[in-house]
C-alpha cells in the first residue's frame, strides 16, 4: 500500500522537477513559435548542439577555473545558450526571413510551409552533421550530481521516502529562474514589448519606426537560448546523442500548443504538464510506451483543444 | 514641411494615383477628403513606405522620402495614425503608447507626452492595463491617436479616424483632433471620407476622386462646391 | 506551353522512361550497383505516392511513412509468423493502408497548416513505439527453399528492379490520369483556394479523403515491396522521420504536384546520396542525411516549387509574349443585345431578421430584405457597413446568429457551400486565385466541376461560361497573360460554369479604371436575360447607378434604405451615413 504511494509521490515529485526543466524548454519554442509564429522544425537540434557544448565547454571549464565538475557545467550552459541564442539571431536573420513575409505568400504555399520545409531541412543537416562529428554512442555531461539524491522524508511512520535527484532538482530551480527572468523581459521591458509589438501587427510596428526584422530576430535569438539552457540542464541527467532533438521537438510543439499559442506562460505550464505526464506514465506503461504518451497528448490536444489552455487564436479547419 | 509632387502610384496596373500634387505647411491641418476608391488610402501608404509610387516626389523637411525604408520615416518626425486604427491588440493601452514612443525624441519626451494623452483622452488612463483588442471602436481610437502622439512627431498623418465609429464618436474624436491643433500647434495632414467633419477644422483642404486631385482650396470653398455630392453620390 | 500536357505524349513518355529504366537494370548484372538501382524507382513511387495527395491537394503531411511502415510490417508479419506468401500480403498491405488513411484522415482533416502537417508526425512516432514494445525491432525474411519465387524471393536481383520499374509505371499511369480528371482538378483547386472549391460545389472533405486514401494504400503496397526487396524489416528503418522526409524532399526538389517530379527528384538524388553513403557512409555516417537536408534548404529559398516548375518558367519566360501584344488584343467579344429584361415579381431569394455577431462586435443586425427573379440588385454602404459578412453568411461560410434565408422556397439557412452552389447559388470572391499553371479553360472547368456528372457536361458548361464573357477565344491563353480585366472576367466565368441562378458578386469592379468597369457593366448586365439573377456589392458609386435595378443601403450593419437608385440616393439617412449629419443640414437649402 505504502510503496503505491510512495511510488506516485516519488513520479510526481519527479515530474514536477522534470515538468519544471521542460516548461523552461517549451517556454523557448513558446517564444518563437507562440510570439513570433515561426516554426522553427530545426529547435530540437539546436538544443542537441547546445548539450555537446556543454559537455564539453563543461569539462574545460571546470578545468581552467579549478571548480567542481557540477559548477563548470552550469557555467557552461550560460555561455553556450548565449553563444546558441547568436546562432538562432542569425538562422532567422539570414535564413528564415528569406522565406517568409510577404514575398514567400505569393507562392503557392503560405510562408509558414516554406519555413517548416527550410527548418526540416536545417534539422537533417545539423542532426546529420553531428552524427558525423560527434558519434552516435550517447552521451552525458559528467557530474556527481545525477547520481546523487537529497532525500525528503521519512513520512507516514517512517514508510515512505522520496528522492530528489540532485541534478533535476537543482535543474528545476535553473529553470524556474530563468523562465521567471524571461518573463520578465518579454512582458516588461521596453525590448521584450517591442517584440510582442511587431508579432501582434508588423505593418503597424513599422509605422512606429520598429524594425521588425531586429525584432523577430533577437525573438529567435532569445528562444534559441532559453531552449539551450534547458537543454543543459537535461543533459545533466539524461544521456544524449546526436537524433535527441527530434526525440525534443515533439513534447516542445506538443507543449506549446497545449499552453495556448501566443502565451509564455502558457507554453510554460504546456512543458511542465508534459514533463509531468511523462514521468506519471512510467508508472503505469512499459519503457517502450512511456514516450509514446507526449504523442497522444499531442494529438488529443491538436484535435480536441487547439487553442490550449491560454491560448487566443488558432488556426483551425 | 511636407511636400507631394506629381505623385502616381499604381496597384499591378491599375493607376490608383495620377499626378497628385498636395503640400503641407509648418503648423497648417490639411484636409484631403473624398469618396472610397479616391486614392486617399494609397496616398499615406505612399507616404508611410508601403507602397512605391511609380513616379512623383515626396519630401519632407527637404528629405526624400522615397529612398529611405518605411520603419525609418517614423524617426523624421513622420506619424501615421492608420486607417482602421490598427492598433497592437494583444498588448495593454499603457503599452501600446509606450511603443509609439520608439523615435529617440519620444523616449525623450515619454513622460510628458504620457501625461498629455492621459490629459487629452481620460479614459485612457482609466483603462491603461486593459488589452486594447478588448477596446471599443472609439477607445481604440483615441488610443491610435495617443500612440501617434507619443512619438513626438513634427506632422501627424490621420488616416479616416472616422471610420466604423458611431457619429457621436466620431464628433468627439473630431473636436480632440482640433484642440489637438489649437492648443499644441500640431502640423495635421488629415484623409477622410466624411467631408464636413474634416472641412471644419482645417486651414486647406484637397478633394480627391479616383486617383486624382479635382479641388483644392480653402475649407469655405470647398463646402460649397456641388462637385462633392457629385463625387460621393454618383449623381448626375 | 512547351511540355506535352495532353495524354498521348505523357503517355508516351511514360513509356519511355520505364522502357530506359528497365533496359538499364536488365544491363547492369553488378549486385552492388542493382541494389542501388534497383531502390530508385522504389524511392520514385514512393514519391510519387505523397505527392498524389499532398502535391495536389497542397496538404503538406510530414507522417507518410505511417503508409509506408505499416504496409512493410503488415507483409512482413504476414509472411515470418503466418507464413503467407508476401504477392498475398502485398495486397493486404494496400488495403492495410486504405483503412489506416480513412481512419487518420478523419481524424486528422480538422486540421489546416502546419498543425495538418506536423499532427502528421505522430503517427509514424507512435507505431515505433508499438511496434517495439511488441518485440518487433527486427523482422528478417526467412529464405525458403521450394518454390522461392511463389514467396517472391528471386535469385536475380533484376527480377526486383523489373518489379519495381513496374511499380512506378502504374503509379505514374494513375497519376496522369487522375491530374486529367474531374477528382485531380477538384485536388488542384482545394490547393488553391478551399473557401472558393467549396462555394463552386466541391465536396472538399470528400476529395481529400480519396486523394488520402490513394495514397496512404499505394503507399502501404510500396513500402510492402520495399521489404521484399530488403528482406528485412525495423521499426526505424520504415517509419522513421527519414523515410517521410525522403518522400517529401524528392517530390519538392523535382517538382511538386506535377507528375514528373518526383521521378525527378528520385533520379537524381536517390543514386547521389545511396551512392555517398556507400563511398564515405563509415566515415561519415549520416551523409545522406546532411544531403538531403542541404538540399532541401538550397531547393526552398531558390526554387520553392521544384525544379521542374522553376525549368518551366524560365523557358517561358524566354518565350513570351511582347508587352505590345497584350495591348492590341481585341479578343474580347460581347454581345450587346439590347434586350429588354422582365421585371419579375418573383422572390428568388429572401432574407429575413438576419443578425451576425463577432465577439462583441454587431456585424448585422436585423437585416430584410427580398431579391426579386432576373433583377440586378446592388447592396452599398460605408466602409464597414457588414457587407462581405452578408455575402459570407447569405453564401454559407458564416451561420447567422439569428434570421432565416430562404432561396427558391426552400430555407437555406446554415447550409454549406457547396450545397448552396448545388441548388443554384454562385459567388465570386475579391481575392481571385486562379490557377497560375492551368490555362484560362481549366480555370474555368473548376467552376463547372461541382455540380456536373461527368466531364463532357463540364467543358460543355465552362465554354458556355466564357462565351457569356466573351472570352470564347481565350481557352489556350495561360493565366499570367491576362490583363486584369480579363481577370475579372475570368472569376466571373468560374462563378457562372456551375450554372447558378443567384449570382453573389464581391466587389468585381474594386480597382478597375474606367474603361474596364465599362467593359464588366456590360458583360454583367447582359446575364439576367439569360436567367441569372445577380447581387452585387460594391462602393463604386457612379457605376451602380448605371447598373442596378434597386438597391439596399447598409450601414453599420443595418439596412437604411431600400429601392430604386435615385430614390435611394435621395434619402437623408444615406446622404448621411456617406457624408455626413452635418452636410445634411449645411445643404438643407439645396
Known sequence: MYIVIENLLQRLVTGIMVGSIYGLLCTGLGMIFGVIRVINFAQGELMMLGMYATMFLGGLLALWLSVGSAAGAYLAIFVVAAALGGVGWMIQKYLISHVSGFKASQSDNQGHFAQLILTLGLSLVISNGALILFGSSPRTVQSPLASSSVTIGPFSEGDIMIFLNQARGIGCLVAIAVSIVLYLIVQKTRLGITMRAAADNPKAATLMGIDIEKSYATAFAIGTAATAIAGGLIAMYYPFHPYTGFEFVIIMYAGVVLGGMGSMLGAFWGGFTMGLVQQLSTYFLPFQLQNATIFVLFLVVVLLRPQGLFGKNVERA | ?236 | MLMPVTKGPQLAMIGVVSAIMALGSLWISDPYYQLILSTVPIWATVALTWNLFSGYTGLISFGHATFFGLGAFTVALLFIKLGISPWYGLMLAFMVGACASVLIGSITFRLRGHYFAIAMLAYPTLFIFLFDWMGWQELTFPIVRDHPMQFMQFKDGRAYTLMGVGLMTLTLLLTLFIERSRFGLAMMSIKQNEMAAQAAGIHTFRVKMMGFVLSGALGALVGGFHAVVLQVVTPHGVLGTVVSAQALILTLFGGVGTLWGPVIGATVLVPLTEGLRAELGHILPGIQGVIYGLTIMIVIVVAPEGLYWKVRDILHRKNSASPELKKDRKNITWVSDGAKRIQSTTTILRVEGISKAFGGLQALKNVNFEVYENEILGIIGPNGAGKTTLFNVLNGFQIPDAGVITFRDNITTGQGPHQLCSVGMGRTFQVSRPFLRMNVFDNVLVGALGVCKNSEDAKFLAQQALDMVGMSEMNDQSIQSLTNLELRLLELARALASQPKLLLLDETLAGLGTAEVDAILQVIHHLPSQGITIVIIEHTMQAMMRLVDRMVVLDHGQVIAKGLPQKVMNEPEVINAYLGKKWMTLHASH
Open chain 2, 1 to 236: 514641411m511636407l511636400v507631394i509632387e506629381n505623385l502616381s502610384t499604381y496597384y499591378g496596373a491599375i493607376q490608383a494615383l495620377d499626378q497628385v500634387s498636395i503640400e503641407v505647411k509648418q503648423g497648417q491641418f490639411v484636409a484631403i477628403v473624398g469618396p472610397n476608391g479616391a486614392g486617399k488610402t494609397t496616398l499615406f501608404d505612399s507616404i508611410c513606405g508601403h507602397v512605391k509610387p511609380q513616379s512623383g516626389s515626396i519630401t519632407f523637411n527637404g528629405i526624400d522620402l522615397l529612398t529611405l525604408p518605411a520603419k525609418e520615416r517614423a524617426h523624421l518626425g513622420l506619424s501615421h495614425v492608420p486607417e482602421g486604427r490598427q492598433v497592437f491588440p494583444n498588448l495593454t493601452v499603457y503599452e501600446n503608447l509606450l511603443m509609439g514612443a520608439s523615435t529617440q525624441q519620444g523616449r525623450a519626451d515619454w513622460h510628458r507626452n504620457l501625461e498629455m494623452c492621459f490629459t487629452l483622452f481620460p479614459i485612457l488612463a482609466q483603462r491603461r492595463d486593459q488589452l486594447a483588442g478588448t477596446l471599443s471602436g472609439g477607445e481604440q481610437q483615441m488610443v491610435a491617436i495617443a500612440r501617434g502622439l507619443a512619438s513626438s512627431p513634427k506632422l501627424l498623418l490621420l488616416d479616416e479616424p472616422s471610420m466604423g465609429l458611431a457619429p457621436i464618436v466620431v464628433d468627439m474624436i473630431f473636436e480632440r483632433i482640433k484642440a489637438l491643433h489649437e492648443e499644441m500647434k500640431l502640423s495635421i495632414l488629415l484623409v477622410e471620407q466624411r467631408v464636413v467633419e474634416a472641412l471644419d477644422p482645417c486651414d486647406w483642404a484637397y478633394v480627391l476622386n479616383v486617383g486624382r486631385c479635382v479641388a483644392s482650396g480653402p475649407p469655405q470653398d470647398i463646402i460649397k462646391d456641388k462637385g462633392i455630392a457629385q463625387a460621393y453620390l454618383g449623381m448626375q
